[in-house]
């Protein structure tokens, strides 16, 4: 059973940078893609990142495309999501998650899910 751990998140001041981790242990991550998603409180969970077994990415939202980065080492089952220029609309929990191959922006195809990281951007 593949097994997926956040970290990194954190408080931040506007403008600042943080990487998120997503480890993982039980079968290897090379079979997987895995995604990003955050949840504000009381609004639907959203695709922000994806990167497949294979290294191919994916950002979806426009907020996030050339400020977010998301990158892996399958020798190290780990899976980062670099943010910067961070502002307080990207305060939120961040998951990790993971299916198989190939990405797609619909949380209900991941059957793998990280605890999640609360990423807080305020001054």
């Known amino acids: 059973q593949l097994q997926l751990v956040e970290s990194g998140g954190g408080f931040v001041q506007p403008g600042g940078s943080l990487r998120l981790s997503c480890t993982a242990s039980?079968?290897?991550?090379?079979?997987?893609?895995i995604a990003w998603f955050r949840q504000v409180p009381g609004r639907e969970r959203e695709v922000i990142a994806c990167?497949?077994?294979?290294?191919?990415?994916?950002n979806y939202p426009n907020s996030v495309r050339g400020l977010f980065s998301i990158s892996r080492d399958n020798a190290q089952n780990t899976v980062w999501l670099q943010m910067s220029s961070l502002e307080p609309e990207d305060t939120a929990v961040y998951y990790c998650?993971?299916?198989?191959?190939?990405?797609?922006?619909?949380?209900?195809?991941?059957?793998?899910w990280g605890q999640g990281t609360q990423v807080t951007v305020s001054s």
């Open positions: 990167i497949t077994n294979s290294g191919f990415k994916e």
């Open positions: 998650a993971a299916k198989a191959t190939f990405c797609l922006g619909d949380r209900r195809s991941y059957p793998y």
């Open positions: 039980g079968p290897t991550l090379d079979q997987y893609a």
